[in-house]
Nanobody
């Protein structure tokens, strides 16, 4: 049974940084087309795409316009990370990591194609 678990959330002041981690367990096989993604959901909003990465290189790496240039996604076989810099109050949300097995490129920003999700970690940006 594939499980994902996030960590690293917390309270940070505007302009600060946080690094989220996600560990993937129970995955018997991996595929070079598997994609790891980060999504977030604020109390008043829908779950929205943040970043995704397919494979070990950076050829297929995508960011939402809101976070481009501030956030960086990275991953290994069973870990995913989201480095968040220059945080803003509007980045406040629960952040989820997710796995999209054998993900096609056009699906990498779409939550419905991610079959496995973590429980989420709260990020609060406030002074």
């Amino acid at each position: 049974q594939v499980q994902l678990e996030e960590s690293g959330g917390g309270l940070v002041q505007p302009g600060g940084s946080l690094r989220l981690s996600c560990v993937v367990s129970g995955r018997a096989n991996t595929n070079s087309n598997d994609a790891m993604g980060w999504f977030r959901q604020s109390p008043t909003g829908e779950r929205e795409f943040v970043a995704s990465m397919r494979g070990s290189g950076s050829t297929y790496t995508y960011y939402s316009d809101d976070v481009k240039g501030r956030f960086t996604i990275s991953s290994t076989r069973n870990m995913a990370y989201l480095q968040m810099n220059s945080l803003k109050p509007e980045d406040t949300a629960v952040y989820y990591c997710a796995l999209c097995p054998r993900c096609i490129v056009s699906s990498m920003s779409r939550a419905q194609y991610y079959g496995y999700w973590g429980q989420g970690t709260q990020v609060t940006v406030s002074s």
